[in-house]
Every structure is written in structure tokens, then in C-alpha cells.
């Protein structure tokens, strides 16, 4: 498998633009989380879906941030409009319930600077 | 609640020698642990998890974890650190309903030569 694939890998932009973040999870897994990282605040979850259903959107810092899950295999983190202090490294994984060990599967990450 | 404390936020060891990166976890119920390990500008692998089978863990690169219910603890060793180590390691802890994980704020490994 090609494990969890997320798309930028870096993104730099300007302050004020939308930025969209995507993720491809491992095939047949049934449960998407979204992280962001940043040296002040360590890994934070921001959502997760389960069967592509929102579940917990606790951790979405605000309105400017929201995800999709269109289908299976697919999902998005969008940043409108985007500020300088969005700049951190956003993470998506997927786990396989019912596997009875809850390990979550991270992808690279992206990397983004917001001038 | 279930959360970890990674109880060093810095860890310098020379190579060739033990490693022991430290985590006590609370948690109302029996536990799923697991170690992650970042290295610099990558994402996390998992390298051990523990799900109430045995008490001692092993994972990938030689690290293994021993779950300690008296102590609290799941504390990650190996016997003989190498250069390539040098990383970041969080404990983590999943919540008892659904598939949430919590993450301990880290531990940097440093491995000098």
C-alpha cells in the first residue's frame, strides 16, 4: 500500500488566500483525522470522519477552517482566508476500526507558510 | 480522562549505549499505548503499540516498551542507541470511546557519537 497521501507538500502563500490542504487515506481504512503541529502547541486534532461522516470537529481553531470527506478515499482541510499564524505542518492519518488496535497511520504532512 | 506524560522533554545519549525515554499514562480503564517516533521533517511512524496482550512490546528498529500497571507506566528502551535514533518520540494514549488518540508533548532524543 501506498500509505496515507496528503498533496502539497509545501505551501506558501500570502495572508488573506485560500489555501486547501488534501488527503488520500489508506485504502479500506474507515476513519480520517486531520493535525495540525506547531512548536508552541504540539499535535492538535482538528477533526475526524468516520465512513466519511464529520465526528468530531471540536478542535477546528475557527470558521476560517473547514474539512470534507466527498468520498472514501478523499478529503480536504481548507484555510479561508488564511493568516500568518495558520503556519504550522497539517497531518492527516487513517485507521481501520474494527482491527481492534486503534493505530492511526500518518501521512508526510504539509508544510505551510502564510506570509 | 486518559492522557500521557512524557516525563523528559530532552534525552542526550551517546551511541552504543541504553536508551530510556519515560511515560506514565491515566487512565480509568485498561489501556492502548503506543509510541510513535518523528523523524526531522517527516511524518510520525508508529513504532510499538500496546492493546492488553502482552506486557512487554516489542517494535520496529529494536525499541521495545514494557506496560507497568502498578506504575502507571509505559516506558520505551532499547538496548543500544544508534545515530539514526535521533528523533522525536511521543506516548500516546487512545480515550476510551471511539478512536481518538491523545499525544504526549514529546521527547527529543539526542545521540551523540
Known amino acids: 500500500d501506498a500509505g496515507v497521501i496528503q498533496s502539497p507538500r509545501h505551501e506558501v502563500t500570502e495572508m488573506g488566500q485560500e489555501v486547501t490542504l488534501r488527503c488520500k487515506p489508506i485504502s479500506g481504512h474507515d476513519y480520517l483525522f486531520w493535525y495540525r503541529q506547531t512548536m508552541m502547541r504540539g499535535l492538535e486534532l482538528l477533526i475526524y470522519f468516520n465512513n466519511n461522516v464529520p465526528i468530531d470537529d471540536s478542535g477546528m481553531p475557527e470558521d476560517r477552517f473547514s474539512a470534507k470527506m466527498p468520498n472514501a478515499s478523499f478529503s480536504t482541510l481548507k484555510i479561508q482566508p488564511s493568516e500568518p499564524r495558520d503556519s504550522a505542518v497539517y497531518f492527516c492519518?487513517?485507521?481501520?476500526?474494527?482491527?481492534?488496535?486503534?493505530?492511526?497511520?500518518f501521512g508526510p504532512g504539509t508544510r505551510l507558510t502564510v506570509t | 480522562a486518559q492522557s500521557v506524560t512524557q516525563l523528559d522533554s530532552h534525552v542526550s545519549v551517546s551511541e552504543g549505549t541504553p536508551v530510556l525515554l519515560r511515560c506514565n499514562y491515566s487512565s480509568s480503564y485498561s489501556p492502548s499505548l503506543f509510541w510513535y517516533v518523528q523523524h526531522p521533517n517527516k511524518g510520525l511512524q508508529l513504532l510499538l503499540k500496546?492493546?492488553?496482550?502482552?506486557?512487554l512490546v516489542k517494535g520496529i528498529n529494536g525499541f521495545e516498551a514494557e506496560f507497568k500497571k502498578s506504575e502507571t507506566s509505559f516506558h520505551l528502551t532499547k538496548p543500544s542507541a544508534h545515530m539514526s535514533d535521533a528523533a522525536e518520540y511521543f506516548c500516546v494514549v487512545r480515550l476510551e470511546y471511539g478512536n481518538k488518540l491523545v499525544f504526549g508533548a514529546g521527547t527529543i532524543l539526542r545521540v551523540k557519537s
Open positions: 492519518a487513517s485507521s481501520l476500526s474494527g482491527a481492534g488496535t486503534y493505530e492511526q497511520y
Open positions: 500496546y492493546t492488553s496482550a502482552a506486557t
